[in-house]
């Protein structure tokens, strides 16, 4: 009986997907913030009373930075389950953990991203209009934690597994 041939093109393409994904996090996110330090280095903070460190789009600069952060950390942890996957270890305590951490990461980011307020949407985009402020607060949220939860299901789901392989391994 042959065995059927693990899907390392389509994992091969999730990995890519990754790291596009963590490419536009680190784009999106981390820009504004170098942008804003930039301009504080140019002005001499102590002279210039035009800037100041704690204004409110350098705290937002920073709740960015912290979400991209975040989200950074998630897609790193998805390229690992992804090898792990390819090499046919699906069911294994890294995963599970990684699940944990990809979890946790999407907590951080959608909790950051609810108390805090604005997105970045309207920083980078200062020429166009501002869209719905309560699509502006509470979609990148809710999406986050919506995926958190659902990212939850599945380490649940990898833990029964894990235990149900490990009393089949016994048993064989």
């Not at 990754?18 to 981390?30: G, R, S």
């Not at 009373?49 to 409110?56: H, Q």
């Not at 920073?62 to 950074?72: K, N």
């Amino acid at each position: 009986m042959k065995t059927p041939k693990r899907p390392k093109a389509l994992l091969t393409l999730a990995q890519l997907l990754c790291l596009l994904t963590i490419a536009v996090v680190l784009f999106f996110f981390f820009t504004p913030a170098f942008v804003l330090f930039t301009y504080a280095e140019q002005a001499d903070m102590l002279q210039d009373s035009t800037f100041a460190l704690l204004s409110p789009s350098t705290l937002l600069c920073l709740r960015d930075a912290a979400i991209g952060a975040c989200l950074v950390c998630v897609g790193m942890e998805a390229i690992g389950i992804c090898g792990r996957v390819k090499k046919a270890s699906a069911f294994c305590e890294k995963n599970e953990k990684s699940l944990g951490r990809i979890t946790l990461g999407m907590l951080l980011a959608g909790l950051i991203a609810l108390l805090f307020g604005d997105s970045v949407v309207p920083f980078l985009l200062t020429d166009l209009p501002a869209i719905s402020p309560i699509v502006e607060r509470l979609l990148l949220p809710f999406l986050l934690l919506t995926l958190a939860a659902m990212v939850r299901a599945v380490q649940l789901l990898m833990r029964r597994a894990l235990t149900m392989q490990t009393e089949n391994d016994l048993t064989v």
